[in-house]
């Protein structure tokens, strides 16, 4: 359905609804200062001064008003992305960046591994010509393809966190939140101190819990220093250097996941579904029981899986 929105002033909005006065409707839009419906047309006018008009005929009507009016820009959606006061503005994709994202968090075998990488606004349309985009519409080859183009043209801090670094602290008690929230942390800190003495327009952080949470978890800690800090999840697609980031994380997740594999003497699987089960059951097969400390995130329910099955399979 064909729609137009257009700005007017409150003088203008009353001249419509006289205009419209033998077409408008009695129920109310929440907002909304009246709505109309002339033949083949909705308009609702809202106290924002913005007036929405929807249906075959939208643009002939709003033609009408359009002289001394502005055109509003169409609504970006944000209905998944909830708001708080560390979510981004409109206008963060155009700003200088440092963003971080971590891979690996869902991943039985391999690390977690975070990146905090900085881009600046004058090499956003490079980035975008070199492929930067959300990783999750990018298949493994083309990550890193992406990640050895740009790994040497923006300064970026990887940090990874191995299997047997993060069995130990899962076993003291700490959570996989408050692990990545640490990682964060210093990976945005460490780029930070690269690019001193300049300063990015803001931190943007891919959001894995609520802020209070996430700064609960960095109590206690030097927190990274920035003129601004934003939360946001899907921040892949809110600033192509979370983008970057994710990418870069992701190609250091892959070389230590072929490291692993070699290690193993097979290809050990990605995720954590019943392939990874019947890997982990080969791996005690072949090494024991204590090898997966080095390969696995041992708290994860596929241990007790590999388990029965190792018993099951080769016994
Ligand atoms: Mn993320």
């Known amino acids: 359905m064909t729609h137009v929105v257009i700005l007017v002033n409150t003088s203008q909005m009353m001249k419509m609804k006289t205009y419209y006065a033998s077409a408008l409707v009695d129920k109310l839009p929440p907002g909304s200062v009246f709505s109309a419906r002339p033949a083949n047309c909705t308009i609702t006018a809202y106290k924002s001064g913005k007036v929405l008009f929807q249906g075959s ?6 033609a009408k008003w359009q002289e001394g009016a502005k055109v509003a820009p169409a609504q970006k959606k944000t209905s998944t992305v909830k708001t708080h006061r560390y979510s981004p503005p409109a206008n963060i994709g155009t700003m200088s960046i440092v963003g971080s994202d971590e891979v690996g968090t869902g ?12 881009v600046k606004k004058d090499q956003l349309t490079l980035l975008k010509e070199m492929g930067v985009q959300d990783s999750k519409n990018l298949k493994d080859p083309q990550i890193v393809e992406i990640a050895k183009l740009i790994k040497d043209i923006i300064p970026f801090s990887l940090l990874t966190c191995d299997n047997p670094k993060y069995n130990t602290l899962q076993a003291k008690g700490m959570s996989q939140g408050k692990m990545k929230a640490l990682l964060h942390n210093q990976a945005i800190k460490h780029v ?14 891919d959001q894995f819990a ?4 996430f700064f609960n978890y960095l109590k206690g800690q030097e927190l990274f220093k920035a003129k601004a800090t934003y939360l946001s999840t899907k921040a892949e697609g809110i600033h192509l250097s979370v983008a970057a980031a994710s990418i870069l994380a992701r190609y250091a997740f892959i ?5 692993l594999s070699k290690k193993a003497g097979f290809t050990i699987p990605k995720g954590a579904g019943s392939k990874v089960d019947e890997a982990a059951a080969r791996l005690i097969h072949e090494k024991g029981l204590n090898a997966l400390n080095e390969f696995t995130k041992i708290h ?4 007790e899986k590999a388990k029965k099955l190792y018993a099951k399979k080769y016994h």
């Open 57 to 62: 005929q939208a643009e002939i009507e709003a």
């Open 300 to 303: 994860f329910a596929n241990t």
């Open 255 to 259: 070389q230590r996941f072929d490291q």
């Open 192 to 205: 930070l101190a690269k690019i001193e003495p300049e300063q990015p327009d803001a931190v943007l952080i």
């Open 210 to 213: 609520e802020p209070g949470v």
């Open 107 to 118: 991943d039985y075998f391999g690390p977690i591994t975070v990146v905090a990488a900085y």
